[in-house]
């Protein structure tokens, strides 16, 4: 897809923060996984529920697609879980079944409530949402699953707004990482193949990276104080989403004009435990 470069350039440009951040401390925020990275296996974790497991509880011998998000988010955080919600749907594998969508917020102050909030404002009444789980954890444990995950995220001290990077970790039924997808836009007949590969036993080693290699980051913007600012809020937050739907519509169309066939006739491999 390097014909796609130019406008994934345009919008990496478009999703630029401009966050009053001190020098390098923006040049840190990445999501780059050690070789054999993998969630702690006696993670405390909390769902919107309120219930609390470990990884092993939650994937209970499933694959599932981990996405790490700031729930407080109103700038792409959204975006990217509903383009990964549009992706799952086009499959063909069952929620809940076939694969877990977790999502773990990373911000420490959060509680189930505001996950569960962010899980009805993000998933709706998507037939993905009800074997989902929004997660949030203890400041410790969530330092300790973002340092396993290589995931690494600034908060801006005066605002408390974070930045941070967009992507997707694809985990195996122990909590390893089989793969990376960079970026807003997984394809579905992609993310089917990396549940499958995930569910099979992925090999040991440097984690696989899928989709366009872009270090793309969401953050709030450095506006200022005003009664502005909550409009600016919005009128960048549309833009920027109508723009990802559009490259997300037009990835899927690229998709299915190589592949042959619409992604949810893609052959069923090994995809988790019905």
Not at 63 to 69: F, G, N, S
Not at 133 to 161: H, K, N, Q, V
Not at 259 to 268: A, D, F, I, K, L
Request: proline share 10%; net charge positive; aromatic share 4%.
């Amino acid at each position: 897809m390097s014909h796609l470069r130019p406008a994934a350039l345009a919008l990496l440009l478009a999703a630029t923060p401009a966050m009053a951040a001190p020098p390098g401390a923006l040049a840190d925020v990445a999501l780059s996984p050690p070789p054999d990275a993998r969630l702690p296996p006696d993670l405390a974790l909390a769902t919107e529920a309120g219930e609390t497991g470990t990884p092993a509880q939650l994937l209970a011998g499933r694959p599932a697609l981990l996405v790490l998000a700031d729930y407080r988010c109103a700038v792409l955080c959204g975006t990217a879980l509903g383009l990964a919600d549009f992706a799952l749907q086009r499959s063909g594998l069952r929620p809940g079944l076939d694969y877990m969508l977790l999502v773990l917020g990373i911000d420490p102050r959060d509680g189930p409530a505001e996950a569960a909030a962010a899980k009805r404002e993000r998933l709706g009444d998507s037939p993905v949402a009800p074997s989902a789980r929004f997660l949030t954890a203890a400041p410790e444990a969530l330092a300790a699953a973002e340092a396993a995950l290589g995931y690494r995220a600034w908060r801006d001290p005066e605002t408390g707004e974070y930045a941070h990077p967009l992507g997707a970790l694809v985990l195996a039924p122990d909590g390893r990482v089989s793969a990376v997808l960079d970026g807003l836009v997984p394809e579905p007949a992609a993310l089917r193949a990396a549940l499958a590969q995930a569910a099979s036993a992925p090999p040991a080693g440097p984690v696989a990276r899928l989709g366009e290699r872009l270090r793309l980051l969401c953050a709030g913007f450095g506006l200022g104080d005003g009664f502005a600012v909550p409009l600016i809020r919005r009128v960048l937050g549309i833009g920027m989403a109508m723009t990802l739907l559009g490259l997300g519509g037009l990835l899927w169309a690229l998709s299915r004009r190589r592949m042959g066939q619409g992604p949810g006739t893609v052959g069923r491999g090994k995809a988790g435990r019905a």
